[in-house]
C-alpha cells in the first residue's frame, strides 16, 4: 500500500499512526508517551502527565480522544476502560 505522506516528519499536531492498548497501572510507565489517549468506556482518568505532573480529569466521556501527553495512566482514581494510546 502506497503511503504518500512516508516522507513527512511526524508533528505533535498532526493523526496518530500506531497506538496501544493500557492497562492502568500504580507501578508502570507506558511502552512510549502518548500523544493522544482515546477512552472507549467514560468514567474518571488519572495519569502522569510527561512534566511528571499526575492529574485526574473527571467524567470523561465514553469515545473521548484526549490530546495528552502522558507517560502512566494510574490504576488509584481511574474508572475509565478501553483506554488505547495514540503515538
Known sequence: MSDRFA???????????????IT???GGD??????????GTGGDLSVRMLS???LTLSNVSSGS????RVNRVLATGTTATAIA???
Open 24 to 26: 492502568p497501572s500504580d
Open 30 to 39: 507506558l511502552p512510549e508517551t502518548t500523544r493522544a489517549l482515546y477512552v
Open 65 to 68: 480522544f484526549l490530546p495528552l
Open 52 to 54: 511528571g505532573e499526575t
Open 7 to 21: 516522507s513527512m516528519q511526524a508533528s505533535l499536531s498532526g493523526p496518530a499512526s500506531s497506538g496501544f492498548s
Open 85 to 87: 494510546g495514540l503515538v
